[in-house]
């Protein structure tokens, strides 16, 4: 057994989040969250698109996509056609952040920073940090940089949660 | 063992929905039928827009997101700029429900009905509830709300499949 | 248990693709490719728009959404209105294919050859091939076409990875 595995049986997770709209970013934040809670052990690890929930300029900035996305409700119906309009994601993403707020979730950046402190591992994948050429430097605080052959790795044993 | 987890080797399934296209409604809805055919336990979580799949007032009504999906086959090929036009999501939808049907499945609304039915446990998660004004009276009848450690809690020794 | 479950206690992942586009068919390529290389079973399950990754004649031609990603980065900024637009999926998809071939990645229909020649097992979902009136001819040589119940059968015991 890896000694990056499973180790007595503990519960793992290993979260993957490749989404990088606001919307999306929060189910990965969510479910680490419930879980350190529990005591489970949590690897958050960001790949593609989800990187930018961990890039510095980048994760107190998220928006929500307002097209292609039928349900985009329930604070308003946008019609496709001008859910394209210039400024209507920038006016979804506003109204979105006041819900979350509303519910006392944190922004993301510092629901990130919670998570890291209470004990989640968090990772930048390194094939899809090469290719939007981001360092670590990049990441924010406390954040490594992993391959995915060592992200299955660590993975042994957890279940995964692929968001 | 918690006493919500897998009792007797028992295997199981824990499916987290979490878009209400119409094209993502079908996968967890699949699975947790083919699931229960096999014997397999089933605990169905919808959560953020995956709840418009369990809203009474929605979830005959679910839309194919003809725009951020260059995949839009087979059965016509539409431009993003066409896409973006109104009433094309709504022939899209109309065409896929045409073609599920052909294949015996029947509409979401009476998908989810068998799927309750069969045994599996329906739940809507409890944050997306608070942000999007739902009670559990909005939901189909026969799902429950959870929060998402209690989720965490049932999934222990599932195997957990994010969509 | 069943044969086709887990043996002896081997490491086993089922990666489950259901998308189509550029940008997210290369996770489950790179996972199943970086499990492969580290010994690790892999089961490979094309399900609705997930199929063009192994339809012979979509499989080269896989492209990026512009629209409905707010993070369509880094290359640059496209507003969703101005993403909408005839040519930028086809502009951003070219880009994308130079990055990934800049980090020593093949194109999709390489990368899938690789794997099936690594000894992974691909899949195509037969209810999704009904619906898109594909065959077996379809698909890229090697791939197999699996119901979803007999999916579950082969899954049990392996880490489930849903893309």
């Known amino acids: 057994m890896s000694e990056n595995g499973k180790e007595n049986g503990a519960r793992k997770l290993c979260i993957i989040a490749s989404k990088g709209s606001l919307d999306m970013a929060y189910p990965p934040l969510i479910l680490a969250n419930a879980a350190r809670m529990s005591g489970i052990e949590v690897d958050l690890f960001f790949t593609f698109w989800g990187l930018d929930i961990i890039t510095k300029d980048k994760m107190k900035d998220l928006k929500v996509a307002t097209v292609g996305n039928p349900s985009m409700h329930p604070w308003f119906h946008i019609p496709t056609f001008v859910g394209g ?15 979350i707020d509303k519910l006392d979730f944190p ?9 890291i402190d209470s004990g989640a591992r968090v990772f930048g994948c ?36 692929f968001i």
């Open 85 to 99: 309009m210039p400024g209507m994601s920038a006016a979804a993403s506003a109204m979105m952040r006041r819900e």
């Open 107 to 115: 922004p993301v950046d510092e629901f990130v920073e919670t998570i």
């Open 126 to 161: 390194k094939m899809s940090m090469d290719m939007m050429r981001l360092t670590q430097e990049d990441l924010v605080e406390g954040a490594e940089v992993l391959g995915a052959m060592e992200m299955l790795d660590y993975a042994e044993g957890a279940q995964v949660i």
